[in-house]
């Protein structure tokens, strides 16, 4: 089960990397406002300062969970378990809270939250 919740932990930070990369530094481009339903370049101007400090929310939550499965790689299981743990939590209830907060970026929250949840899931239970 560790492994698994390993390889989900991952996916979860892949995840995360790839939306830093949309919101903070491709927040303008015209597939990035398609992605978030942005319909003007005014818009997305006027935004991309939000945009791009929450891209970097994202990085470091991947950071975090990568650190937490090279952790256990090492030798550290309770550091890497805890970081694991609280980086694929924050993910999951950062999508509960994109869901709840904006219904029509639902496929963007569940990207972005099912492997956290699975990965969690697996890492408090199958640990």
Sequence with gaps: ???AAAILTVV???VHFY???LESLRWTTAE???VYGITS????ETTQPL???QGFYNLFLGVGAVL???LIGVGNPVAGLTLMSFSTACMALASVVLLAGRWPLGRIALIRGVP????LLLTLFGA
Excluded: H, N, P, R
């Design 19 to 21: 939306f830093f990369f």
């Design 32 to 34: 990035t406002m398609g």
């Design 12 to 14: 979860s930070a892949a």
């Design 1 to 3: 089960m560790l492994v």
């Design 41 to 44: 370049e005014q818009d997305a």
């Design 116 to 119: 956290a949840l699975l990965a």
């Design 68 to 70: 937490g499965v090279l």
């Design 51 to 53: 945009a791009y400090t």
